[in-house]
């Protein structure tokens, strides 16, 4: 596919947790980083749309229309576009092996890297004990987040009026909270183990809004983090190397640091 000037070109890039149809979704900034970012395969790694919430009331600006026909139109450009459901998102799941305006949808894929590794790819929350056991409660999670966003929010209008940067608010109660890390921990291993039992390389997964790249005895753990709070996707360059980018603002993207220090949102 030929390379838009100015654009980043990767070999794949993979997003989750997008959550068009919230208040919470930074569909903006999605906006911008997929404008600056092509690659030869998209990933959409689950929670791409809220299905929960616009059940319960429908929240759709321009901004979320503009992020789908950018998808769509990478597509059209000559990417390959993969949508893997995730739990907020799983009517799709209905739909699986079907192809929508170019867009595959599948439960999850093998990813081969550019080095021949072979990566499992899928959104997690099959994993997730929460999710398959106790649903309702699950849903009360989401109640309570949409909380914290909405206290998030004026906490960080204050902090641009003072000149300071995004801070936020659910990532740090998370982090701070032991049983929460705790969940980050078996999500984890969990993941791992099933890449181990796939007998593939590594697994990159969503699903937790905790960005991450790290080795987990032998096998390599990619978490795409989330684009409600901490803006980060997952890109693998053309050697077969994969980097965790946080999108900050238009003119400044950075790798992040050991993931497991990133204050990024549960």
């Known amino acids: 596919m030929a390379k838009p000037s100015g654009a980043k070109h ?78 907020h998102d799983e009517f799709l799941r209905d739909f699986l092996g079907t192809h929508f305006g170019g867009v595959e949808v599948v439960d999850s894929i093998v990813h081969e890297s550019a080095n021949g590794r072979r990566y499992l790819v899928i959104h997690g929350d099959q994993f997730d004990v929460v999710i398959r056991h106790a649903k309702w409660l699950a849903f009360f999670g989401d109640k309570a987040y949409v909380t914290a966003l909405a206290a998030n929010t004026w906490v960080n209008v204050v902090r641009r009026r003072l000149g300071l940067t995004y801070w936020s608010l659910s990532a740090w109660a998370k982090l701070k909270v032991k049983n929460a890390v705790s969940f980050i921990g078996r999500f984890e291993e969990t993941l791992s183990e099933e890449a181990r039992r796939r ?68």
Request: hydrophobic share 40%; net charge negative.
């Open 10 to 87: 990767y070999r794949a890039l993979f997003i989750s947790d997008v959550h068009l149809g919230t208040r919470g979704c930074q569909a903006d900034l999605l906006l911008d980083f997929l404008k600056d970012a092509e690659a030869e395969t998209v990933y959409l790694v689950g929670d791409i749309v809220d299905g929960w919430r616009l059940r319960r009331s429908w929240h759709w600006p321009q901004a979320h229309n503009d992020v789908v026909q950018k998808i769509l139109r990478k597509g059209r450009k000559g990417a390959r576009i993969v949508y893997i459901p995730g739990n």
């Open 199 to 266: 007998g593939v390389d590594g697994v990159i997964c969503g699903h937790i809004h905790h960005a991450a790249d790290q080795d987990m005895r032998g096998i390599h753990y990619i978490n795409t983090g989330d684009w409600v709070e901490s803006c980060t996707a997952v890109a693998e360059h053309h050697d077969g190397t994969f980097e965790v980018i946080r999108w900050v603002r238009p003119t400044e993207v950075r790798a992040l640091p050991a993931a497991k220090e990133q204050p990024v949102a549960a």
